[in-house]
Protein backbone atom coordinates (compact mmCIF):
# COMPACT_ATOMS: atom_id res chain seq x y z
CA UNK A 1 0.00 0.00 0.00
CA UNK A 2 1.44 3.61 -1.06
CA UNK A 3 0.02 6.39 1.33
CA UNK A 4 0.86 9.84 -0.90
CA UNK A 5 0.66 13.32 0.70
CA UNK A 6 1.10 16.18 -1.49
CA UNK A 7 0.76 20.00 0.39
CA UNK A 8 -0.03 21.91 -2.18
CA UNK A 9 -0.56 26.06 -2.53
CA UNK A 10 -2.96 27.86 -3.51
CA UNK A 11 -6.92 28.79 -2.45
CA UNK A 12 -9.90 26.44 -1.12
CA UNK A 13 -12.67 26.18 -3.16
CA UNK A 14 -14.67 28.20 -1.06
CA UNK A 15 -12.46 31.06 -1.95
CA UNK A 16 -12.45 30.62 -5.68
CA UNK A 17 -14.41 33.48 -7.54
CA UNK A 18 -17.26 31.11 -8.36
CA UNK A 19 -18.63 28.31 -6.52
CA UNK A 20 -21.78 25.86 -7.62
CA UNK A 21 -23.44 23.43 -5.16
CA UNK A 22 -26.56 21.14 -5.46
CA UNK A 23 -28.84 18.79 -3.24
CA UNK A 24 -31.68 16.76 -4.33
CA UNK A 25 -34.10 16.40 -1.30
CA UNK A 26 -35.75 13.77 0.29
CA UNK A 27 -38.39 13.34 -1.90
CA UNK A 28 -36.49 13.65 -5.26
CA UNK A 29 -36.80 10.83 -7.50
CA UNK A 30 -33.10 9.66 -7.48
CA UNK A 31 -32.76 10.67 -3.58
CA UNK A 32 -35.63 8.02 -2.95
CA UNK A 33 -34.08 5.42 -5.53
CA UNK A 34 -31.01 5.61 -3.28
CA UNK A 35 -32.80 5.77 0.27
CA UNK A 36 -34.59 2.63 -1.05
CA UNK A 37 -31.41 0.58 -1.93
CA UNK A 38 -30.13 1.68 0.82
CA UNK A 39 -32.91 0.47 3.28
CA UNK A 40 -32.64 -2.63 1.24
CA UNK A 41 -29.64 -3.42 1.97
CA UNK A 42 -29.64 -2.46 5.70
CA UNK A 43 -32.33 -4.74 5.68
CA UNK A 44 -31.03 -7.52 4.26
CA UNK A 45 -28.31 -7.45 6.15
CA UNK A 46 -30.75 -7.97 9.29
CA UNK A 47 -32.45 -10.56 7.76
CA UNK A 48 -29.03 -12.51 7.42
CA UNK A 49 -28.09 -11.71 10.74
CA UNK A 50 -30.98 -13.49 11.88
CA UNK A 51 -31.55 -16.53 9.56
CA UNK A 52 -27.46 -17.23 9.48
CA UNK A 53 -25.93 -15.63 11.75
CA UNK A 54 -23.69 -13.51 9.71
CA UNK A 55 -24.22 -11.18 6.65
CA UNK A 56 -24.32 -13.01 3.63
CA UNK A 57 -23.16 -11.50 -0.11
CA UNK A 58 -25.84 -9.12 -1.52
CA UNK A 59 -25.43 -5.83 -3.79
CA UNK A 60 -28.25 -4.46 -4.46
CA UNK A 61 -27.50 -1.09 -5.80
CA UNK A 62 -29.51 -1.20 -8.58
CA UNK A 63 -33.18 0.62 -8.20
CA UNK A 64 -35.06 1.93 -10.75
CA UNK A 65 -38.33 4.34 -10.53
CA UNK A 66 -40.50 5.08 -13.19
CA UNK A 67 -42.58 8.30 -12.88
CA UNK A 68 -46.37 7.47 -12.84
CA UNK A 69 -49.08 9.79 -14.20
CA UNK A 70 -51.35 12.37 -12.45
CA UNK A 71 -54.35 15.18 -12.45
CA UNK A 72 -52.93 17.34 -10.20
CA UNK A 73 -55.97 20.74 -9.29
CA UNK A 74 -55.97 22.88 -6.95
CA UNK A 75 -58.25 21.12 -3.81
CA UNK A 76 -56.92 17.70 -4.50
CA UNK A 77 -56.37 16.13 -7.69
CA UNK A 78 -55.30 12.27 -8.54
CA UNK A 79 -52.97 9.69 -9.42
CA UNK A 80 -53.61 7.71 -12.29
CA UNK A 81 -50.88 5.47 -12.90
CA UNK A 82 -49.06 4.42 -10.07
CA UNK A 83 -45.22 5.13 -9.31
CA UNK A 84 -43.16 2.01 -10.49
CA UNK A 85 -40.44 1.29 -8.40
CA UNK A 86 -38.10 -1.91 -9.22
CA UNK A 87 -35.44 -2.94 -6.85
CA UNK A 88 -32.61 -5.07 -8.66
CA UNK A 89 -29.16 -6.44 -7.56
CA UNK A 90 -27.45 -9.29 -6.37
CA UNK A 91 -28.12 -11.27 -3.13
CA UNK A 92 -28.26 -14.68 -1.53
CA UNK A 93 -31.71 -16.31 -1.83
CA UNK A 94 -31.67 -19.00 0.48
CA UNK A 95 -30.28 -20.75 3.26
CA UNK A 96 -29.20 -23.92 3.55
CA UNK A 97 -32.11 -25.17 0.68
CA UNK A 98 -34.82 -22.67 2.65
CA UNK A 99 -36.16 -19.56 0.75
CA UNK A 100 -35.59 -17.07 1.65
CA UNK A 101 -38.95 -13.93 1.09
CA UNK A 102 -36.96 -11.39 -0.09
CA UNK A 103 -39.46 -9.84 -2.69
CA UNK A 104 -41.99 -9.72 0.35
CA UNK A 105 -38.70 -7.80 1.75
CA UNK A 106 -38.24 -5.77 -1.07
CA UNK A 107 -41.69 -4.35 -0.76
CA UNK A 108 -42.41 -4.26 2.95
CA UNK A 109 -38.81 -1.97 2.93
CA UNK A 110 -40.59 0.32 0.22
CA UNK A 111 -43.46 0.84 1.10
CA UNK A 112 -42.62 1.72 5.14
CA UNK A 113 -40.03 4.39 3.75
CA UNK A 114 -42.61 6.02 1.38
CA UNK A 115 -45.27 6.02 4.19
CA UNK A 116 -42.72 7.49 6.51
CA UNK A 117 -41.13 10.08 4.69
CA UNK A 118 -43.52 11.23 1.79
CA UNK A 119 -46.68 12.95 4.09
CA UNK A 120 -49.38 13.35 0.92
CA UNK A 121 -47.72 10.10 -0.88
CA UNK A 122 -50.22 6.69 -0.24
CA UNK A 123 -47.71 4.20 0.14
CA UNK A 124 -50.48 1.82 -0.89
CA UNK A 125 -52.29 2.87 -3.88
CA UNK A 126 -49.16 5.13 -5.53
CA UNK A 127 -46.49 2.71 -5.64
CA UNK A 128 -45.91 -0.97 -7.51
CA UNK A 129 -43.18 -2.98 -6.41
CA UNK A 130 -41.36 -5.39 -7.79
CA UNK A 131 -38.10 -7.31 -7.19
CA UNK A 132 -35.36 -8.24 -9.54
CA UNK A 133 -32.61 -9.27 -7.06
CA UNK A 134 -30.83 -12.43 -8.48
CA UNK A 135 -28.06 -14.67 -6.95
CA UNK A 136 -23.97 -13.46 -6.83
CA UNK A 137 -21.64 -14.63 -9.34
CA UNK A 138 -19.77 -17.52 -7.96
CA UNK A 139 -16.82 -15.38 -7.94
CA UNK A 140 -18.30 -12.33 -6.37
CA UNK A 141 -19.42 -15.09 -3.41
CA UNK A 142 -15.71 -16.50 -2.82
CA UNK A 143 -15.00 -13.37 -3.12
CA UNK A 144 -16.87 -11.97 0.08
CA UNK A 145 -16.13 -15.11 1.93
CA UNK A 146 -12.53 -14.91 1.28
CA UNK A 147 -10.64 -13.20 4.22
CA UNK A 148 -7.30 -11.11 3.10
CA UNK A 149 -3.50 -12.97 4.38
CA UNK A 150 -5.20 -15.10 7.19
CA UNK A 151 -5.56 -11.57 9.17
CA UNK A 152 -9.79 -12.29 9.07
CA UNK A 153 -9.80 -8.72 7.50
CA UNK A 154 -12.36 -9.17 4.15
CA UNK A 155 -11.27 -8.82 0.78
CA UNK A 156 -12.21 -6.26 -1.54
CA UNK A 157 -15.14 -7.61 -4.32
CA UNK A 158 -14.26 -4.74 -6.69
CA UNK A 159 -12.02 -2.37 -8.02
CA UNK A 160 -12.71 0.88 -7.43
CA UNK A 161 -11.94 4.17 -5.68
CA UNK A 162 -13.61 6.63 -3.42
CA UNK A 163 -13.08 10.35 -2.42
CA UNK A 164 -13.90 13.04 0.17
CA UNK A 165 -12.82 16.36 1.04
CA UNK A 166 -13.21 17.93 4.20
CA UNK A 167 -14.34 21.00 5.53
CA UNK A 168 -17.85 22.15 3.68
CA UNK A 169 -17.39 25.47 2.13
CA UNK A 170 -20.01 27.78 3.71
CA UNK A 171 -22.06 27.42 0.52
CA UNK A 172 -22.35 23.57 0.74
CA UNK A 173 -23.23 24.11 4.51
CA UNK A 174 -26.00 26.70 3.36
CA UNK A 175 -27.36 24.50 0.83
CA UNK A 176 -27.52 21.33 3.08
CA UNK A 177 -29.21 23.60 5.74
CA UNK A 178 -32.08 25.07 3.46
CA UNK A 179 -32.79 21.68 2.35
CA UNK A 180 -32.72 19.96 5.87
CA UNK A 181 -34.76 22.98 7.10
CA UNK A 182 -37.21 22.79 3.78
CA UNK A 183 -37.85 19.05 4.60
CA UNK A 184 -37.56 19.02 8.39
CA UNK A 185 -40.73 17.94 10.55
CA UNK A 186 -41.39 21.25 11.87
CA UNK A 187 -41.86 22.08 8.33
CA UNK A 188 -44.09 19.65 7.40
CA UNK A 189 -46.49 20.67 10.19
CA UNK A 190 -46.10 24.64 9.85
CA UNK A 191 -46.35 24.43 6.26
CA UNK A 192 -48.15 21.19 4.99
CA UNK A 193 -48.38 22.55 1.66
CA UNK A 194 -44.74 22.38 0.62
CA UNK A 195 -43.25 18.80 -0.52
CA UNK A 196 -40.29 16.92 0.10
CA UNK A 197 -39.65 16.69 -3.69
CA UNK A 198 -36.86 19.69 -3.10
CA UNK A 199 -33.51 20.41 -4.82
CA UNK A 200 -31.66 23.38 -3.69
CA UNK A 201 -29.00 25.07 -6.47
CA UNK A 202 -26.51 27.30 -5.25
CA UNK A 203 -24.56 29.69 -7.62
CA UNK A 204 -21.79 31.97 -5.89
CA UNK A 205 -20.15 34.50 -7.85
CA UNK A 206 -17.06 36.31 -5.37
CA UNK A 207 -19.25 37.19 -2.45
CA UNK A 208 -22.83 36.81 -3.93
CA UNK A 209 -25.05 33.73 -3.47
CA UNK A 210 -28.01 33.01 -5.72
CA UNK A 211 -30.23 30.07 -4.97
CA UNK A 212 -32.57 28.48 -6.83
CA UNK A 213 -35.07 26.16 -5.20
CA UNK A 214 -37.44 23.82 -6.52
CA UNK A 215 -39.88 22.75 -4.42
CA UNK A 216 -43.01 20.04 -5.24
CA UNK A 217 -46.35 21.83 -4.04
CA UNK A 218 -49.63 19.74 -2.99
CA UNK A 219 -53.05 20.29 -4.49
CA UNK A 220 -54.88 19.40 -2.00
CA UNK A 221 -53.59 21.90 0.37
CA UNK A 222 -53.83 24.79 -2.10
CA UNK A 223 -57.61 26.33 -2.67
CA UNK A 224 -56.16 28.43 -6.07
CA UNK A 225 -52.93 30.15 -7.59
CA UNK A 226 -52.88 32.80 -5.00
CA UNK A 227 -52.52 29.95 -2.52
CA UNK A 228 -49.63 28.62 -4.48
CA UNK A 229 -48.10 31.95 -4.91
CA UNK A 230 -48.08 32.72 -0.90
CA UNK A 231 -46.62 29.05 -0.33
CA UNK A 232 -43.78 29.84 -2.74
CA UNK A 233 -42.50 32.81 -0.63
CA UNK A 234 -43.11 30.58 2.82
CA UNK A 235 -40.66 27.99 1.24
CA UNK A 236 -38.33 31.46 -0.10
CA UNK A 237 -38.43 32.77 4.08
CA UNK A 238 -37.54 29.47 5.27
CA UNK A 239 -34.99 29.28 3.18
CA UNK A 240 -33.74 32.82 3.84
CA UNK A 241 -34.32 32.11 7.61
CA UNK A 242 -32.25 29.19 7.44
CA UNK A 243 -29.55 30.35 5.27
CA UNK A 244 -29.19 33.06 7.55
CA UNK A 245 -28.01 30.78 10.23
CA UNK A 246 -25.13 30.20 7.66
CA UNK A 247 -24.28 33.36 6.21
CA UNK A 248 -23.91 36.97 5.94
CA UNK A 249 -23.20 37.27 2.62
CA UNK A 250 -25.78 38.87 0.21
CA UNK A 251 -28.28 36.41 -1.02
CA UNK A 252 -30.82 36.33 -3.15
CA UNK A 253 -33.36 33.05 -3.14
CA UNK A 254 -35.52 31.61 -6.05
CA UNK A 255 -38.04 29.29 -5.80
CA UNK A 256 -39.52 27.39 -9.02
CA UNK A 257 -38.41 29.46 -11.37
CA UNK A 258 -39.96 27.34 -14.13
CA UNK A 259 -43.57 28.81 -13.11
CA UNK A 260 -45.95 30.80 -15.19
CA UNK A 261 -48.91 30.81 -13.11
CA UNK A 262 -50.55 33.28 -15.32
CA UNK A 263 -51.24 30.42 -17.85
CA UNK A 264 -51.57 27.86 -15.25
CA UNK A 265 -47.73 26.00 -15.31
CA UNK A 266 -46.90 25.40 -11.46
CA UNK A 267 -45.13 22.84 -10.10
CA UNK A 268 -48.18 21.21 -8.47
CA UNK A 269 -48.51 18.06 -7.58
CA UNK A 270 -51.05 15.29 -5.65
CA UNK A 271 -48.08 13.67 -3.54
CA UNK A 272 -45.55 15.90 -2.97
CA UNK A 273 -43.25 14.57 -5.70
CA UNK A 274 -42.72 15.12 -9.45
CA UNK A 275 -42.18 10.71 -9.37
CA UNK A 276 -45.89 10.91 -9.35
CA UNK A 277 -45.94 12.21 -13.58
CA UNK A 278 -42.73 12.71 -15.34
CA UNK A 279 -39.56 12.01 -13.61
CA UNK A 280 -37.87 8.83 -13.06
CA UNK A 281 -35.70 8.38 -10.76
CA UNK A 282 -32.44 6.01 -10.30
CA UNK A 283 -29.86 5.26 -8.28
CA UNK A 284 -26.43 6.35 -8.17
CA UNK A 285 -27.47 9.44 -9.77
CA UNK A 286 -28.42 12.08 -6.77
CA UNK A 287 -26.51 13.20 -4.01
CA UNK A 288 -22.67 11.82 -3.18
CA UNK A 289 -22.15 10.27 -0.27
CA UNK A 290 -22.03 13.87 2.19
CA UNK A 291 -24.94 14.87 0.80
CA UNK A 292 -24.04 17.01 -1.81
CA UNK A 293 -23.37 17.37 -5.19
CA UNK A 294 -20.37 19.01 -5.69
CA UNK A 295 -18.87 20.23 -9.59
CA UNK A 296 -16.35 22.30 -8.15
CA UNK A 297 -14.91 19.48 -5.75
CA UNK A 298 -13.14 16.13 -6.79
CA UNK A 299 -16.44 13.55 -7.30
CA UNK A 300 -16.56 9.91 -8.32
CA UNK A 301 -19.77 8.44 -10.11
CA UNK A 302 -19.67 5.43 -7.62
CA UNK A 303 -23.28 4.82 -6.31
CA UNK A 304 -22.65 3.99 -2.78
CA UNK A 305 -26.60 3.27 -1.44
CA UNK A 306 -27.34 -0.32 -1.37
CA UNK A 307 -23.78 -2.31 -1.62
CA UNK A 308 -22.76 -4.54 1.29
CA UNK A 309 -20.67 -2.83 3.76
CA UNK A 310 -18.78 -5.76 3.95
CA UNK A 311 -16.00 -5.69 1.18
CA UNK A 312 -17.53 -3.56 -1.24
CA UNK A 313 -14.85 -0.82 -1.31
CA UNK A 314 -17.16 1.16 -3.72
CA UNK A 315 -19.14 1.69 -0.39
CA UNK A 316 -16.20 1.57 1.83
CA UNK A 317 -13.67 3.55 0.41
CA UNK A 318 -16.00 6.92 -0.31
CA UNK A 319 -16.55 6.90 3.64
CA UNK A 320 -13.11 6.53 4.65
CA UNK A 321 -11.90 9.30 1.92
CA UNK A 322 -14.33 11.70 3.77
CA UNK A 323 -13.45 10.67 7.18
CA UNK A 324 -9.96 10.67 6.50
CA UNK A 325 -10.61 14.41 5.41
CA UNK A 326 -12.67 15.48 8.30
CA UNK A 327 -10.20 13.69 10.81
CA UNK A 328 -7.56 15.67 9.08
CA UNK A 329 -8.98 19.38 9.56
CA UNK A 330 -10.71 18.48 12.52
CA UNK A 331 -6.96 17.72 14.61
CA UNK A 332 -4.43 19.56 12.52
CA UNK A 333 -5.08 23.34 12.98
CA UNK A 334 -2.73 24.63 10.10
CA UNK A 335 -4.93 22.06 7.39
CA UNK A 336 -7.30 24.63 5.72
CA UNK A 337 -8.37 22.05 3.36
CA UNK A 338 -8.35 18.31 3.14
CA UNK A 339 -8.92 15.95 0.30
CA UNK A 340 -8.38 12.35 -0.42
CA UNK A 341 -8.72 9.52 -2.85
CA UNK A 342 -8.36 5.80 -2.01
CA UNK A 343 -8.33 2.87 -5.03
CA UNK A 344 -9.07 -0.70 -4.60
CA UNK A 345 -7.26 -3.67 -6.10
CA UNK A 346 -9.58 -6.67 -5.90
CA UNK A 347 -9.12 -9.36 -4.11
CA UNK A 348 -7.24 -7.62 -2.01
CA UNK A 349 -7.49 -7.20 2.05
CA UNK A 350 -10.00 -3.92 2.13
CA UNK A 351 -7.63 -1.91 4.68
CA UNK A 352 -4.87 -2.37 2.03
CA UNK A 353 -6.01 0.16 -1.06
CA UNK A 354 -3.41 0.19 -3.59
CA UNK A 355 -3.06 3.80 -3.46
CA UNK A 356 -3.91 6.89 -1.10
CA UNK A 357 -3.35 10.10 -1.88
CA UNK A 358 -4.07 13.58 0.64
CA UNK A 359 -3.73 16.43 -0.64
CA UNK A 360 -3.75 19.17 1.51
CA UNK A 361 -4.03 23.40 1.58
CA UNK A 362 -2.29 24.56 4.63
CA UNK A 363 -1.05 27.03 6.45
CA UNK A 364 2.89 27.46 6.59
CA UNK A 365 3.76 26.03 10.07
CA UNK A 366 6.01 23.21 10.94
CA UNK A 367 7.67 21.07 8.19
CA UNK A 368 6.04 19.02 5.26
CA UNK A 369 7.98 15.63 7.04
CA UNK A 370 6.12 16.23 10.59
CA UNK A 371 2.41 17.46 8.96
CA UNK A 372 2.68 13.99 6.40
CA UNK A 373 3.42 12.02 9.53
CA UNK A 374 0.30 13.31 11.70
CA UNK A 375 -1.70 12.79 8.50
CA UNK A 376 -0.38 9.27 7.95
CA UNK A 377 -1.29 8.24 11.66
CA UNK A 378 -4.91 9.35 10.88
CA UNK A 379 -5.02 6.84 8.01
CA UNK A 380 -3.59 3.97 9.25
CA UNK A 381 -6.08 4.85 12.45
CA UNK A 382 -9.24 5.00 9.93
CA UNK A 383 -7.88 2.14 7.97
CA UNK A 384 -8.18 -0.09 11.27
CA UNK A 385 -11.47 0.84 11.53
CA UNK A 386 -12.76 -0.54 8.25
CA UNK A 387 -14.09 -4.08 8.86
CA UNK A 388 -15.75 -2.39 11.33
CA UNK A 389 -18.15 -0.03 9.00
CA UNK A 390 -20.73 -2.24 8.86
CA UNK A 391 -21.82 -2.81 12.42
CA UNK A 392 -21.41 1.39 12.35
CA UNK A 393 -23.76 1.09 9.11
CA UNK A 394 -26.45 -1.04 11.08
CA UNK A 395 -26.24 0.84 13.76
CA UNK A 396 -26.70 4.52 11.90
CA UNK A 397 -23.43 5.99 13.52
CA UNK A 398 -22.46 6.02 9.44
CA UNK A 399 -24.84 7.25 7.39
CA UNK A 400 -25.33 8.18 3.66
CA UNK A 401 -26.53 11.56 2.36
CA UNK A 402 -25.82 13.56 5.48
CA UNK A 403 -22.43 15.40 6.75
CA UNK A 404 -20.87 14.96 9.04
CA UNK A 405 -20.34 11.20 7.93
CA UNK A 406 -19.97 10.15 11.35
CA UNK A 407 -22.58 10.62 13.71
CA UNK A 408 -21.03 12.89 17.09
CA UNK A 409 -23.32 10.33 19.59
Known amino acids: MAIVVNRESGSCPGEAEVEIVERKGLGHPDSICDALAEEFGRALCL ?10 HHNVDKALLVAGTSAAKFGGGRVMTPVQIILAGQAALEIDGHSLEVPELADDVVRKWLAENLHAFDSKRDALVSSAVRPGSVELVDLFDRKGKGRGVPTANDTSCGVGFAPLSEVERLVLAIENRLNSKTTRVSDPAL ?17 IISCAMIDSALRDSADYITAKERAAEIALEAASQVTTRPLTIEVNAGDDVSSGRMFLTVTGTSAECGDDGQAGRGNRVNGLITPCRP ?22 AGLIAEKIVGTIPEVRNAECRIVSAIGCPIDEPEILEVRLVADPVGNHSSLSQEVEKIV ?7 PDYSGQLLRGILGIDRWPLRSRR
Open 195 to 211: GEDIKVMAIRRKDAIHV
Open 299 to 320: MTIESVAGKNPITHVGKLYNFA
Open 47 to 56: LYLERAGSVL
Open 380 to 386: AQELREL
